[in-house]
């Protein structure tokens, strides 16, 4: 089992950043990847941003590809999403949460979630 704990949500005024912080415990060996989604109030979770445990390699919604930069520090099992040129559009509660594999974009191919961190971007 791997838990998750995010950080680092807050008010930000639009064009502004922000920095998430998502720390992993327990049994991350076994992690094919970590994945950022987002929960609008009356809308569906959407994926936002993945990177795969071993190679680093990132992926993005477009809606945010060239303003979200995902990376992870492995001494600390932590993985960051900085944020850019926020929006209105962009608030939400953002989750952590790692796959097993093989698809990064479904919800339902992760198996542990974070608690959620509010991410509110005014105009």
């Known amino acids: 089992q791997v838990q998750l704990v995010e950080s680092g949500g807050g008010l930000v005024q639009a064009g502004g950043s922000l920095r998430l912080s998502c720390a992993a415990s327990?049994?991350?060996?076994?992690?094919?990847?970590m994945g950022w989604f987002r929960q609008a109030p009356g809308k569906e979770r959407e994926f936002v941003a993945a990177?795969?445990?071993?190679?680093?390699?990132?992926y993005y919604a477009d809606s945010v590809k060239g303003r979200f930069t995902l990376s992870r520090d492995n001494a600390k099992n932590t993985v960051y999403l900085q944020m850019n040129s926020l929006k209105p559009e962009d608030t939400a509660v953002y989750y952590c949460?790692?796959?097993?594999?093989?698809?990064?974009?479904?919800?339902?191919?992760?198996?542990?979630w974070g608690q959620g961190t509010l991410v509110t971007v005014s105009s």
């Open positions: 949460a790692s796959n097993r594999g093989p698809s990064l974009y479904r919800a339902n191919t992760y198996d542990a």
């Open positions: 990177i795969k445990w071993s190679s680093s390699a990132t």
């Open positions: 327990g049994r991350t060996f076994s992690t094919y990847a």
